[in-house]
C-alpha cells in the first residue's frame, strides 16, 4: 500500500494532490525526514506519496503540505510567495510544487538557480507555464530577483521549521536490530535490521523481490494487477549505503539513493584529477535529466542495476565503464561484471535467486583514456530516453591508435545492448574520418532495430545510434588534439586532423537555465480609487488556500455516509458487436455491490449516435460499456477486470484520416467559405505551390482527472451532484433525461475545478449520468474519479488536422489566391467536432487579407474516442496551416517570411472572409511592438551569422501575427446571469455563471462587484458556482467567460446599488453597513439578480456571411531556438509576446493565461505526442508516455507585454478575454525550429520544402535535418512490417 492510500486517505490529508499514480507529476509530493545515526544529521529529500510504499517510513517523519503551512495558523514563505508571484491559477498542482520548493529549502535554505530548477523538474504544471513558480522560488536563491519589494514577503527562517520528531531519533540513534513484519491482506513486508538476515531471509524467499524505491516494481506491479506475497526491504539496514573510496574506484552500496549517487559522484570529481574521474562525470550528466527530483531521492542504485529497463540512463555508462557488481548470499561475496551479458539477463551472467546486490564499484578512468554519455528524449527534463549511450575509448599511449572501446547503447532494444562485435573489429584502428564511417557501419548491422520495434520511431533511434557516435568521435578528437602532440617528424597529416570551427558545434549540449523575463503592463490611473481593485493585478482569491492545500476539489469533500465508489469498463475493440457481458464472476468478489450496464437507465442513454453506456456495439477502444460499483475504489477498479465480454469485430475499421477519406466516412456536411474568384486568380499569379501538413492532436492533460460525486436524497427524487466541469448546466440536464426526472430535481455544485481546457464541457456529463444511474439504483451515493490512464483512454482531446493548401503569389510575395482544405479526426462521435470544423474554417484567415480565397473543412469519422472541444477551438490547428502556407511562399519568394506575413497582413479597416467588419489597428501595433521588443532584425542577423558559423546547431526564428475570435457563433450562447446577496453585516455574496477553472474568473468576478458597489473585496466572497442559484448556464469556455458574467454581476450589483441610492443620498455619510441596515429596516430587497443578454452573434453558413464574434483578441509572438541537428533536440532561447487586453480586468491573471496558454501551445506544437496502435489502442495514457511541457520548456528568456490600454465599449469595462488565445502563439516556437531546420537544410542543399508535421518532436526535427547519418541507415519498406503506432492525422 502507498503513502497516497495510506493514512492521508484515513486522517483526510487532502492536500496531496493524485494526478497520475506513476511517479510522473508530482502532484502527491510530500516530504520524507529520515536521521542518520552515523553522520548525525537528519535527511529531508522531496518523494511522490503515490509510489511510496507505507511501510517503507518505518521511522521516518512525513511533512505534507499541511505540516507546512496553514492559513489558520501560519503561513510558510513558500506558500505565501508561489501565491503572491501569481504561481497558482487552478492550483491542482501547488501543494505539490510548494512541497518540492519545501524540501529544497529545509536542506539550502538559500538555493542556487540551479538547484530550484532540478528541484521542481519533476513537478507538472497545465496551467501557469511555470515562469511565475519559478519567480516565486527565485525569491529564494541566492540572486534574489528585483520584481519583488524586499519587504512584500515574510523571510524565510529556518529555524522555525518543524524539528525531526524526538521520539524517531531516538529510534534513529538506537535502531533496533531485529527484523520488523507487516501483514497485509495480500503481502507480508518484511524488513530486517541486520545484512545477515537480510541474506537468511532472502535464501528462504528467493522470488521475493528487494523493494528500494519502489520505482520500478510499484508501477510494474500496478500495471500488470500482480502483487508480490512477500516483499524484502532492505531499508533498515546501513550497510547497503556505505560507500567506499579507493585509488582505484568508488563502492556505492546499492540502497543509495539515485540523488545520493549524485553526490557521492560530485564530491569524487571534485577531489580527484580529472583523467580518473571520466566515467562518472558522464553518470553526473545524465543523473542531471534521469526523471524527476522525487524519483532520484527514491530510485536506489540497485533498484536502477537490477531493473535493467532497456532505457536505463546508467546501465550503458556502468557497462562501458567496466563497473563491477559485489553480489551477497550467505553462501559469502560474488563479484560479476555489469557486462553486456548482465544486461542481456543472461542467466550465467546472472544473479542467483538468494543472491542480492551489496554494492556497485565503479573504477576510475584511466590516463588516455575518454568515457561520454548521450541520451536523446522528447523533451529535456522528466522524460524516459528515446535512445542513449554509453561510449569508452582507450588509446595507445601517445598514438590515436584504438587500444580499448567499449560502445552500449539502451532504448534501441529490449535491453540496453553492447557493441562488442563493432568494439572488437575497430581495435588497433586510427581515430579518423575512416574508422568513424566503418564504425557506423558495423554499429547499424549490429544494433539493428526491427521497423515494428516497441516505442516506433525506429528511423529516428537508427540515426541517434550512429549521431551519438559522430558526437563520440568529434569529442575524442578534439581532446585528442589537446592532450597528444604529433611528433615533430610526423608527416601523417591524418594524426588528429584540426576539425573545422563550424562542425565542432556537434558537441556541447543545451543547458537547462532558471528563465528570466519581464511582464509588462499599464498600471491603473493615478486617480482610481484604492478601492477599486479592476485593472490591478490582483492575486487569484485561492492562491493562499491553493498553497496550503486547503482549497477544498471534488475529491477532497469527505467520504458521506454509505458512499460507493465507481470503476468503468470500457471496450478493447475498435469496432464490434458486443455478443454477451458477463459480470457474475466481479459481483462474486468481495465489495462489489452492482454493475451498471445501459438496460438500467431509466431515461435515454445518451444520443442515438453516443450512447452514454454502450448497447450492441462499440465504436472505439475505450467506450464505456458498463460500470462496476463497490464499497472501496480499489475493490471496484479489481473487479472491473473480471466483467468478461464477448465481442464479434466489425468493419471497416477506421482510424486515419486517409482512410476516412477513403471510406468517405464523416460526422457531418462539409463547412465552406469561399471570396473572390480563386480559380481565375491562380491564373494569374507568378507562382503555385501546394501542401500538406499534419496537426497531431493534444490531451487535455488537467492535473484533475474526471470526477464526481452523486449524492442521492431521500425526497422527491432530488439529486446532489459535485461534479468538476465547465458546463454544470449541461450536466443537469443530461442526467435529468437520463433519469428521467425533472431539471429541477437536480443540483449540480461546482467550486473549482482543477483544469479544463475544453475538456471538462461535454464529457463530465457522461460521467455524471453514469454515477447518477448507479445511485440511483443502489440508493447510495456514488463517487467516480477517474485515473489518469482511463481519463486518457476515454475522453478524447484536440482534433488532429490534415491539411492541404494551394497557394498563388507573385514573385514579390503578395499572395493572390488561397484555398484551403482541412480534415480534422473526429472519433467515433460528433461531439463538438461540427462546431470545431466551423471554427477552423471561419479562423483560417487568421490575420491575413487575402483578395481570393476557398476554406473547407470537414470532420472525419474514425474508430477513436470522439475528439471534443480544447482551448483554440481548432484555430491553433487550423492557423498552423495558413502560416505554414505563408512560410513556402517565402521559401519560393527567397524572401523572409516575416516580410511575407507583412506584406499579406489586414492593414486597414476591412471584412472578414465571412463579411464580418473590423479594423486591425490593434495587430498592426502588437506586430509592430513585437518587431520593436524583440530587437527582431538585429537577432535575425544574428541568428543568419550563427548558421553561417555553426554546422550541426542552428538558429531560428519566427516571428508570428494573431488575430483570434472570441466567443460563440450564436447570441444565445452569450447569455449569462448573476445573483448577488447582500447581508445585513454588509458582506456580499456573489454568485454567477461561471466556473473557476484557475483561469481566475472569481477573482474577477469580485473585481467586478468591488467597484460597482464600491466596497472592498474583503467584504465580498463567491461560494460555489450552482444550478440552483444561476440556472441555465452556458458552459465556461471560449474565452467569454469573465465578460459576460462579468457584465451580469455589474447588472445585479447596478440594480442593487440603486434601490440602496435613496438611503445614500439621505445618509451621505453613513457607512456602507449604515445603509444596509437602513436598506433592511425599510424592507429594500438586498438581493438582486443580474443578467446579461449576450453579444449578437451569428452566423449564416448558406450565405457564407454573419457577425460570428464579438470581437478579437490581438497579438503577436517571436521566438527564437537553437536546434540540434544531430539529435533533434532544441532549446527556447528567447520568446516575446504583444497582446493585446484592452484594458485588463487584471493584469496578473490575463498575464498569467497568456504564459500559460502559451506553453501549452508550444506542448501541442513540439513535444505532446499521442500513439495509438495498429488496433486503434492509445499507448500514451500517463505523464510517462505523453510528455507535456515541464519547467525546462520556459524560453530562457521570455517577456509578455500587453499593449497600453484602449477602449472598446462592448465589452466589460474594455477588458478583453484571454483565456485562449496565447495557445497558438506557441506555434512561434515551431517556426522557429522549422527556420532552423530549413537553414540546415539549406546548407545540406537538400530541398527546403519538408512537410511540416506538429509536433515538432525531436525526432522529426532529426530527420528532416537530413545529413551523411540519416543516409546511412536502412530504411524499411512499410509493406514488410506491422508498425508498432500508426499516425492519425
Ligand atoms: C516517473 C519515473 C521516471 C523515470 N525516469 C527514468 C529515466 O529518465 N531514466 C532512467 O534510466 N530511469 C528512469 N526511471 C526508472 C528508475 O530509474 C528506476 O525505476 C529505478 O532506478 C529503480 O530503482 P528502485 O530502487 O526504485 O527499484 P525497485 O522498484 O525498488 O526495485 C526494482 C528491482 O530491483 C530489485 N532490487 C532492488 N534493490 C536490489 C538489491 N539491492 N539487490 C537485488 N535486487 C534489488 C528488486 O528486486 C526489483 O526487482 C524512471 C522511473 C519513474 C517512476
Ligand atoms: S500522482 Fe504521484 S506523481 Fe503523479
Ligand atoms: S495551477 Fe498548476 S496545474 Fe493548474
Known amino acids: 500500500m502507498e503513502l497516497m492510500v495510506g493514512p492521508e486517505a484515513k486522517v483526510r490529508l487532502t492536500g496531496t494532490k493524485y494526478a497520475c499514480g506513476t511517479g510522473g507529476c508530482g502532484a502527491c509530493t510530500v516530504m520524507v525526514s529520515q536521521h542518520d545515526p552515523v553522520c548525525k544529521k537528519t535527511r529531508h529529500f522531496s518523494v511522490v506519496a503515490c509510489l511510496v510504499p507505507l511501510c517503507s517510513l518505518h521511522g521516518a517523519a512525513v511533512t505534507t503540505v499541511e505540516g507546512v503551512g496553514s492559513i489558520k495558523s501560519r503561513l510558510h514563505p513558500v506558500q505565501e510567495r508561489i501565491a503572491k508571484s501569481h504561481g497558482t491559477q487552478c492550483g491542482f498542482c501547488t501543494p505539490g510544487m510548494v512541497m518540492s520548493m519545501y524540501a529544497l529549502l529545509r536542506n539550502h535554505p538559500q538555493p542556487s538557480e540551479g538547484q530550484l530548477m532540478e528541484a521542481l523538474g519533476g513537478n ?6 511555470y515562469r511565475p513558480i519559478l519567480e516565486s522560488g527565485k525569491t529564494f536563491c541566492t540572486i534574489c530577483t528585483e520584481l519583488f519589494a524586499k519587504d512584500e514577503f515574510q523571510p524565510l527562517d529556518p529555524t522555525q521549521e518543524l524539528i525531526f520528531p524526538p521520539e524517531l531519533l531516538r529510534m534513529a540513534e538506537n535502531p533496533e536490530k531485529q527484523t520488523l513484519t507487516f501483514y497485509g491482506k495480500r503481502i507480508t513486508w518484511i524488513s530486517p535490521g541486520t545484512l545477515q538476515d537480510l541474506l537468511v531471509l532472502k535464501s528462504k524467499y528467493p522470488e521475493a523481490p528487494l523493494i528500494s524505491g519502489n520505482t520500478s516494481l510499484g508501477p510494474a506491479m500496478k500495471s500488470q494487477g500482480h502483487a508480490y506475497p512477500i516483499l524484502l526491504s532492505p531499508a533498515r539496514i546501513p550497510d547497503l549505503k556505505t560507500v567506499t573510496k579507493t585509488s582505484d574506484g568508488l563502492t556505492i552500496g546499492a540502497g543509495c539513493s539515485l540523488a545520493q549517487v549524485k553526490d557521492i559522484l560530485a564530491e569524487s570529481i571534485s577531489e580527484l584529477p580529472e583523467e580518473k574521474t571520466k566515467t562518472y562525470r558522464a553518470l553526473l550528466k545524465h543523473l542531471q535529466s534521469l526523471a524527476g527530483q522525487q524519483i532520484r531521492n527514491m530510485a536506489s542504485l540497485g533498484g536502477h542495476v537490477i531493473s535493467r529497463h532497456c532505457y536505463s540512463d546508467l546501465n550503458p555508462i556502468l557497462s562501458v565503464g567496466n563497473a563491477t557488481l559485489n553480489l551477497l548470499s550467505e553462501e559469502g561475496l560474488r563479484q560479476i561484471p555489469l557486462n553486456g551479458h548482465f544486461l542481456a539477463g543472461l542467466v550465467s551472467a546472472d544473479l542467483k535467486p538468494e543472491e542480492i546486490l551489496e554494492s556497485v564499484c565503479i573504477p576510475h578512468s584511466q590516463k ?18 528515446d535512445a542513449n549511450a554509453g561510449m569508452r575509448v582507450r588509446f595507445k599511449e601517445g598514438t590515436d591508435t584504438i587500444e580499448d572501446l567499449s560502445i552500449a547503447y539502451g532504448g534501441v532494444g529490449p535491453t540496453t545492448l553492447s557493441a562488442e562485435g563493432s568494439c572488437q573489429r575497430l581495435l ?21 532495430l526491427p521497423g515494428s520495434a516497441l516505442g516506433g520511431k525506429v528511423e529516428f533511434r537508427r540515426t541517434l545510434v550512429v549521431s551519438f557516435f559522430f558526437k563520440f568521435y568529434l569529442e575524442v578528437l578534439q581532446e585528442l588534439r589537446a592532450e597528444v602532440k604529433p611528433p615533430a617528424s610526423s608527416q601523417d597529416s591524418q594524426l588528429h586532423p584540426e576539425v573545422a570551427g563550424r562542425f565542432l558545434s556537434a558537441l556541447g549540449e543545451f543547458q537547462v537555465t532558471l528563465p528570466r523575463g519581464v511582464q509588462t503592463y499599464q498600471s491603473v490611473d493615478s486617480h482610481q480609487p484604492l478601492q477599486d481593485p479592476v485593472g490591478r493585478p490582483i492575486m487569484h482569491l485561492s492562491g493562499l488556500k491553493h498553497a496550503t492545500g486547503e482549497a477544498v476539489f471534488c475529491d477532497d469533500i469527505p467520504r458521506v455516509d454509505k ?7 470500457t471496450s478493447t475493440r475498435a469496432h464490434a458487436k458486443i455478443i454477451s457481458i458477463d459480470s457474475s464472476e466481479a459481483l462474486d468478489l468481495p465489495g462489489v455491490v452492482d454493475v451498471i450496464t445501459a438496460e438500467d437507465i431509466p431515461g435515454t442513454n445518451g444520443d442515438e449516435d453516443d450512447k452514454l453506456l ?5 465504436l472505439c477502444v475505450g467506450q464505456v460499456i458498463c460500470a462496476v460499483v463497490a464499497e472501496t475504489d480499489i475493490q471496484a477498479k479489481r473487479a472491473t477486470g473480471k466483467i468478461k465480454i464477448t465481442y464479434e469485430d466489425l468493419t471497416p475499421v477506421i482510424f486515419t484520416i486517409e482512410d476516412a477519406i477513403k471510406h468517405n466516412s464523416f460526422l457531418c456536411p462539409e463547412k465552406k467559405l469561399e471570396q473572390g474568384n480563386v480559380e481565375e486568380a491562380f491564373e494569374n499569379v507568378d507562382q503555385i505551390v501546394e501542401g500538406e501538413i499534419h496537426v497531431g492532436g493534444q490531451e487535455h492533460f488537467y492535473m484533475e482527472t474526471q470526477r464526481v460525486l452523486v449524492i442521492p436524497k431521500t425526497e422527491d427524487k432530488e439529486l446532489d451532484m459535485y461534479v468538476s466541469t465547465q458546463d454544470p448546466a449541461h450536466v443537469q440536464k443530461t442526467v435529468s433525461s437520463t433519469l428521467n426526472v425533472p431539471i429541477s430535481r437536480i443540483t449540480c455544485h461546482v467550486k473549482r475545478v482543477g483544469g479544463g481546457f475544453g475538456g471538462k464541457v461535454g464529457r463530465p456529463a457522461v460521467f455524471g449520468a453514469i454515477a447518477a444511474v448507479g445511485a440511483v439504483k443502489t440508493g447510495r451515493p456514488i463517487r467516480l474519479v477517474l485515473d489518469r490512464e482511463d481519463d486518457m483512454l476515454i475522453t478524447g482531446g484536440r482534433h488532429p488536422l490534415f491539411g492541404k493548401y494551394k497557394v498563388g503569389f507573385m514573385n514579390s510575395g503578395r499572395i493572390k489566391a488561397l484555398d484551403i482544405g482541412c480534415y480534422i479526426n473526429g472519433g467515433c462521435t460528433l461531439d463538438d467536432s461540427e462546431l470545431v470544423t466551423e471554427f477552423l474554417v471561419l479562423k483560417l484567415e487568421n490575420a491575413y487579407k487575402i483578395r481570393n480565397l476557398r476554406f473547407r473543412g470537414r470532420a472525419c469519422m474514425t474508430n477513436l474516442p470522439s475528439n471534443t472541444a480544447f482551448r483554440g477551438f481548432g484555430f491553433p490547428q487550423g492557423a498552423l496551416v495558413t502560416e505554414s502556407c505563408i512560410t513556402a511562399v517565402a521559401a519560393k519568394c527567397g524572401l523572409p517570411p516575416e516580410k511575407i506575413r507583412e506584406k499579406n497582413m489586414y492593414k486597414t479597416v476591412d471584412k472578414t472572409i465571412y463579411k464580418q467588419a473590423f479594423s486591425p489597428e490593434p495587430l498592426i501595433r502588437c506586430w509592430n511592438e513585437c518587431l520593436d521588443k524583440s530587437s527582431f532584425h538585429t537577432r535575425r542577423t544574428q541568428v543568419d551569422e550563427f548558421n553561417k558559423k555553426n554546422y550541426w546547431k542552428k538558429r531560428g526564428m519566427a516571428l508570428i501575427p494573431m488575430k483570434f475570435s472570441v466567443g460563440f457563433a450564436a447570441t444565445s450562447y452569450h447569455q449569462a446571469a448573476a445573483l448577488v446577496h447582500i447581508y445585513t453585516d454588509g458582506s456580499v455574496l456573489v454568485a454567477h455563471g461561471g466556473n473557476e477553472l484557475g483561469q481566475g474568473i472569481h477573482t474577477k468576478m ?14 465580498m466572497h463567491i461560494c460555489e458556482t450552482s444550478t440552483a442559484t444561476v440556472p441555465n448556464t452556458i458552459a465556461t469556455a471560449a474565452s467569454i467567460g469573465a465578460d459576460v458574467n462579468g457584465r451580469a454581476v455589474q447588472n445585479a450589483c447596478q440594480i442593487l446599488l440603486k434601490r440602496l441610492e435613496p438611503i445614500i443620498r439621505k445618509n451621505p455619510e453613513g457607512t456602507w453597513r449604515d445603509w444596509i441596515e437602513a436598506a433592511f429596516e425599510q424592507r429594500i430587497s438586498l438581493s438582486a439578480t443580474g443578467y446579461f443578454r449576450g453579444y449578437k452573434a451569428f452566423m449564416d453558413w448558406e450565405k457564407g456571411e454573419g457577425d460570428p464574434f464579438p470581437y478579437y483578441v490581438y497579438g503577436a509572438a517571436c521566438s527564437e531556438v537553437e536546434i540540434d541537428c544531430l539529435t533533434g533536440a532544441h532549446k527556447k532561447i528567447r520568446t516575446d509576446i504583444v497582446m493585446d487586453a484592452c484594458c485588463s480586468l487584471n493584469p496578473a491573471i490575463d498575464i498569467g493565461q497568456i504564459e500559460g496558454a502559451f506553453i501549452q501551445g508550444v506542448g501541442l506544437y513540439t513535444t505532446e505526442e499521442l500513439h495509438y496502435s495498429p488496433e486503434g489502442v492509445l499507448y500514451s495514457r500517463s505523464p510517462n508516455e505523453y510528455k507535456i511541457p515541464t519547467v525546462t520548456d520556459v524560453p530562457e528568456q521570455f517577456n509578455v507585454s500587453l499593449l497600453p490600454p484602449s477602449q472598446t465599449p462592448l465589452t466589460i469595462y474594455s477588458s478583453k478575454g484571454l483565456g485562449e488565445s496565447g495557445m497558438f502563439l506557441g506555434s512561434s516556437v515551431f517556426f522557429a525550429i522549422a527556420d532552423g531546420v530549413a537553414a540546415a537544410r539549406r546548407q545540406r542543399d537538400v530541398a527546403e520544402d519538408f512537410t511540416v508535421k506538429s509536433p515538432a518532436t525531436p525526432e522529426r526535427v532529426r530527420m528532416a535535418c537530413a545529413d551523411r547519418f540519416t543516409d546511412m541507415i536502412p530504411r524499411d519498406d512499410p509493406k514488410t512490417f506491422k508498425p508498432w503506432s500508426i499516425p492519425i492525422a
Open 614 to 618: 454502450a448497447v450492441d456495439k462499440v
Open 124 to 129: 507538472l504544471c497545465r496551467c501557469t507555464g
Open 563 to 569: 458512499e460507493l465508489s465507481m470503476a468503468l469498463v
Open 428 to 448: 588497433g584502428r586510427r581515430w579518423n574520418a575512416l574508422t568513424l564511417d566503418e564504425a557506423c557501419r558495423l554499429l547499424l548491422d549490429e544494433v539493428s
Open 368 to 385: 588516455g583514456e575518454f568515457v561520454s554519455a548521450f541520451r536523446q528524449a522528447q523533451c529535456h527534463q522528466n522524460a524516459l530516453p
Open 1006 to 1019: 469580485l473585481q467586478v462587484a468591488s467597484r460597482e458597489l464600491k466596497i472592498p473585496l474583503s467584504q
